[in-house]
């Protein structure tokens, strides 16, 4: 069952993006799943930070960015606790950000290898 719609999914994913490039996030990709059948959300956006302090810094801009640019809130937040992995869910896109071993460890990309996949070119 699909949660309830949220804003544009679409230019959401481009502000995730801008909020994850303000702080030098890496490896980013935006992973379709719109085709997916059954699928939770239409999109996640997944990239990898250093160390505990740059994933809390990229979560925290990602948030700060959709905010000002969308006026919006994450639906749910979870993982800053630990900072291994933070996901920000705003209903239809899906924010993950991970430490490199940790991204490595639960492989998103290759778990959802049916979705259109889209890497985001390092600025």
């Known amino acids: 069952m699909r949660k309830p719609k949220g804003p544009d999914p679409e230019q959401l994913v481009e502000v995730i993006v801008k909020g994850i490039e303000e702080k030098k996030g890496q490896k980013i990709v935006v992973l379709d799943l719109r085709e997916i059948e059954n699928?939770?959300?239409d999109f996640f956006v997944v990239c990898e930070g250093s160390s505990n302090t740059q994933v809390n810094g990229i979560?925290?801009?990602?948030?700060?960015?959709?905010?000002?640019?969308?006026?919006?809130?994450?639906?749910?937040?979870e993982g800053r606790d630990t900072s291994e992995w933070v996901l920000l869910d705003y209903?239809?896109?899906v924010a993950h950000v991970f430490q490199k071993s940790i991204r490595e460890f639960y492989n998103i990309e290759e778990l959802w290898g049916d979705a259109a996949i889209r890497v985001i070119e390092e600025k």
Not at 60 to 77: L, Q, T
């Open 91 to 93: 209903v239809n896109v």
């Open 39 to 41: 699928s939770a959300t």
């Open 59 to 77: 979560s925290d801009s990602i948030e700060e960015c959709v905010r000002k640019d969308m006026g919006e809130k994450p639906w749910h937040i």
